[in-house]
């Protein structure tokens, strides 16, 4: 079974605040990248294509805190993290904040596929980029008036969401091909308001981004901090593989007991060895959205 999911974010925007204009250009983006992925697997493209495509599209959408309308730091400036990782060998490329580097998850991509590391960081990341001919661009490309106001809010004591620090955010994807390959791709900008450095659990490789064939692809949002500190994504991969949980136990053990356990918050989608998505979260919705072969095509926000 050909099959993907995406993210957007956990914590979304409180129901009651989100106006059905908003709601419609969320879910116009959400549709587009996962359609974007889905095709890419329909015409026999690789599990590897499809979430770097459904991710890139999201991190070009400034809706979402990833690319183009990142989260800023709190000195105001855009400082990105991605990660990418294939299930059939685990090989993984991640880049940590970036400044420059218009869609990092090609980065954490040529970082996987040309380069003999597996996370670059900073100015390291950044020169790799240029001798690989990636887009770069200065970092007001990615900085939008509503991130600075969200700044400006949480700056003044009033934090964008009581949900996860992010407000809406973080892009992700997982993908089963023809093959049976899994992949999983994030992307983010972090924390509004987040020191410059603070690098949080997307681009960790087993925190907020994870692949094994025969397993499961695991792609993660929420407060990094927990993610990184429950090796979120593996402690899932490895619930399934040597517990024999489901995906979907596997997933609620991680949120709603881990995860909160510890006073965190967030959301997962993965996918299983056969194509089965699940997602869940423990924030009051996350931007989501899976298609497949069989003929499930679903955006959700709540
Ligand atoms: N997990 C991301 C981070 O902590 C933020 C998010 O998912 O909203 O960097």
């Given at each position: 079974?050909l099959?993907?999911?995406i993210?957007?974010?956990?914590?979304?925007?409180?129901?009651?605040t989100?106006s059905?204009?908003r709601?419609?250009?969320?879910?116009?983006?959400?549709?587009?990248?996962l359609?974007?992925?889905?095709?890419?697997?329909d015409?026999?493209?690789?599990s590897?294509?499809?979430?770097?495509?459904?991710?890139?599209?999201?991190?070009?959408?400034p809706?979402?805190?990833?690319?183009?309308?990142?989260?800023l730091?709190?000195?105001?400036?855009?400082?990105?993290?991605?990660?990418?990782?294939e299930g059939?060998?685990?090989?993984a490329?991640a880049?940590?904040?970036?400044?420059?580097?218009r869609?990092?998850?090609e980065?954490?991509?040529?970082?996987?596929?040309?380069s003999?590391h597996?996370?670059?960081?900073?100015?390291?990341?950044?020169e790799?980029?240029?001798?690989?001919?990636?887009?770069?661009v200065p970092?007001?490309?990615?900085?939008?008036?509503?991130?600075?106001?969200?700044?400006?809010?949480?700056?003044g004591?009033?934090?964008?969401?009581?949900?996860?620090?992010?407000?809406?955010?973080?892009?992700?994807?997982?993908?089963?091909?023809?093959?049976?390959?899994?992949?999983?791709?994030?992307?983010?900008?972090?924390?509004?308001?987040?020191?410059?450095?603070?690098?949080g659990?997307s681009?960790?490789?087993?925190?907020?981004?994870?692949?094994?064939?025969?397993?499961?692809?695991v792609?993660?949002?929420?407060?990094?901090?927990?993610f990184i500190?429950?090796?979120a994504?593996?402690?899932?991969?490895a619930?399934?593989?040597?517990?024999?949980?489901?995906l979907?136990?596997?997933?609620?053990?991680?949120?709603?007991?881990?995860?909160?356990?510890?006073?965190?918050s967030?959301?997962v989608?993965?996918i299983?060895r056969?194509?089965g998505i699940?997602?869940?979260f423990?924030?009051?919705g996350?931007f989501?959205?899976?298609?497949d072969?069989?003929?499930l095509?679903q955006?959700?926000?709540?």
């Amino acid at each position: 079974m050909l099959s993907i999911a995406i993210h957007g974010g956990a914590g979304t925007v409180p129901r009651s605040t989100l106006s059905a204009e908003r709601e419609a250009h969320y879910r116009a983006g959400l549709a587009a990248a996962l359609d974007l992925g889905y095709t890419t697997l329909d015409q026999g493209g690789s599990s590897l294509d499809a979430v770097t495509a459904a991710v890139r599209a999201l991190e070009d959408n400034p809706l979402f805190n990833a690319g183009r309308g990142a989260a800023l730091t709190r000195d105001g400036a855009a400082e990105l993290d991605a990660a990418i990782m294939e299930g059939r060998q685990q090989r993984a490329g991640a880049v940590a904040a970036v400044r420059h580097v218009r869609n990092p998850v090609e980065l954490a991509r040529r970082v996987m596929e040309k380069s003999r590391h597996v996370l670059l960081v900073g100015i390291g990341a950044e020169e790799f980029a240029l001798e690989e001919g990636l887009a770069l661009v200065p970092n007001a490309y990615f900085r939008t008036e509503e991130r600075r106001a969200q700044l400006e809010s949480e700056r003044g004591g009033r934090p964008v969401s009581d949900l996860v620090p992010s407000s809406q955010g973080t892009v992700g994807a997982v993908a089963r091909d023809a093959a049976g390959n899994l992949a999983a791709a994030t992307s983010t900008g972090g924390m509004t308001n987040k020191r410059q450095g603070r690098v949080g659990d997307s681009p960790i490789i087993g925190a907020g981004t994870y692949a094994k064939n025969g397993v499961c692809a695991v792609s993660a949002t929420g407060h990094g901090e927990y993610f990184i500190r429950s090796v979120a994504a593996h402690h899932i991969c490895a619930a399934v593989e040597f517990r024999g949980l489901t995906l979907r136990d596997a997933v609620r053990e991680l949120l709603h007991e881990k995860i909160r356990g510890l006073g965190g918050s967030g959301g997962v989608i993965a996918i299983d060895r056969g194509g089965g998505i699940v997602t869940d979260f423990s924030t009051e919705g996350m931007f989501r959205g899976t298609r497949d072969s069989s003929g499930l095509r679903q955006i959700d926000i709540y």
